[in-house]
């Protein structure tokens, strides 16, 4: 069993977290103050437990960002390197033989439409269920995660209000 397969949902936490860094890292840049005085820093030292709880409600928010994100990729250590791991999520607009078509984005924004040749190796599962591409359907949410070695795909059917 190879190291990426028996870890992906660390990988998939990686690749968050990755991204959650460089989010916070440039939400921080562009708060920073360019000159302190002595008077700025001694306020911020008073007032250190109200800077503390809202840089934990800025956190949330980069995750809740991170969460939404709907293209990306990461490099990644491994045993034998480095790894590149690459996703895709959004809505199926077609499946033929092994390619998806996905729309790119979420349920109310489009950011594009891309077709994915999958694996024949991949894993697929289709509403917690281990499925075949050729099970997947037209309108489901699905999130494709490609890795050197295994290609993930995980669809669902979205709950009707």
């Known amino acids: 069993m190879s190291s990426i397969r028996r870890h992906w949902r660390l990988l998939t936490v990686a690749v968050c977290c990755v991204a959650l860094g460089a989010g916070v890292s440039a939400i921080a840049t562009a708060g920073a103050a360019t000159s302190t005085t002595a008077k700025s820093a001694a306020k911020g030292k008073a007032t250190k437990g109200v800077k503390g709880a809202k840089g934990a409600k800025a956190k949330r928010g980069a995750l809740r960002r991170v969460a939404r994100a709907v293209q990306g990729s990461a490099v990644v250590r491994t045993r034998n390197g480095f790894?590149?791991?690459?996703?895709?999520?959004?809505?199926?607009?077609?499946?033929?033989?092994?390619?998806?078509?996905?729309?790119e984005g979420t349920p109310k924004a489009t950011y594009k439409t891309v077709t994915v040749a999958v694996p024949a190796n991949a894993v697929v599962r289709d509403d917690r269920r281990k499925a075949a591409l050729?099970?997947?359907?037209?309108?489901?949410?699905?999130?494709?995660?490609?890795?050197?070695?295994?290609?993930?795909?995980?669809?669902?059917?979205?709950?009707t209000p």
């Open 134 to 159: 050729s099970d997947v359907r037209t309108g489901q949410r699905v999130l494709v995660l490609q890795a050197p070695k295994r290609t993930y795909v995980i669809a669902r059917t979205p709950r």
């Open 83 to 103: 790894a590149t791991l690459s996703f895709e999520r959004g809505k199926v607009d077609s499946v033929s033989g092994q390619r998806l078509t996905i729309t």
